[in-house]
């Protein structure tokens, strides 16, 4: 699959090493793409907009507070496409609606997916400990957007598990700053697995 990540930092490198590795096509975009190297990959890094157009899924891994207006720029590039928030606010959400939610408004062609926010960047291409996979929950409104993601999440090692449309990334944004709040005492290492028979 050819894959676009928006964001050379660490989730955005993270996922595209492990992309890379398990075979996909990958392309980072930065907003200085001639003085940024994504530490750790070989994936080669272009503009925003280059890397938007280039994905059949796109992938958002920017800061909070910068993913709508990144957006709104893409907003030609990301229609119709699976486009995947990862994106969290700490320790508090600034609004009552959640980030993939405003993500949605935003840009309504696009098929917005919540996922790779609830577990730490160095656990994103290593997500099995003792033999056990982490469960990446994914929340989006597009069932075929959350299918692609979902094996997106399995090529990386992940346990995917869909939580719910989009009003569910609320409860996966809770979910990842208390996973930030945890891995204050038990380290970054640390990761969710759902129990099911
Ligand atoms: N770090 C983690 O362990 C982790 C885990 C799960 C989820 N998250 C969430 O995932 C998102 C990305 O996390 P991250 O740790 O990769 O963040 P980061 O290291 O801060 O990187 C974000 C990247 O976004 C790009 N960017 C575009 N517009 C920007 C702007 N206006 N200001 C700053 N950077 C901008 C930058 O790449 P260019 O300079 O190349 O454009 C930057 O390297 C965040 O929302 C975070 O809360 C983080």
């Known amino acids: 699959m050819d894959i676009g990540i928006i964001g050379t930092g660490a989730v955005g490198s993270a996922l595209a090493s492990g992309w890379a590795a ?101 656990r994103l291409a290593d997500p099995v400990v003792d033999g056990q996979p982490a469960t990446m929950f994914l929340a989006g409104d597009d069932l075929r957007a959350c299918d692609v993601v979902a094996g997106l999440a399995r090529d990386l090692g992940f346990d995917p598990l869909r939580a719910g449309d989009v009003d569910a990334a609320e409860h996966l944004e809770h979910l990842a700053r208390f996973w930030i709040s945890l891995s204050q005492t038990y380290g970054r290492d640390i990761a969710f697995r759902l129990l099911e028979e």
Do not use: I, M, W
């Open 22 to 122: 398990a075979g996909h096509d990958v392309v980072l975009g930065s907003r200085t793409p001639d003085s940024t190297a994504a530490d750790g990959t070989r994936v080669q890094v272009r503009g925003q907009r280059e890397a938007a157009a280039f994905g059949d899924v796109v992938v958002l891994a920017l800061p909070a507070g910068a993913v709508t207006d990144v957006a709104t720029y893409l907003e030609n590039e990301l229609a119709e496409k699976p486009v995947v928030d990862t994106t969290n606010e700490y320790p508090f959400a600034s609004d009552d609606r959640s980030l993939a939610v405003r993500l949605a408004e935003t840009v309504p062609q696009a098929r917005v997916v919540k996922a790779f926010n609830t577990v730490g960047a160095e």
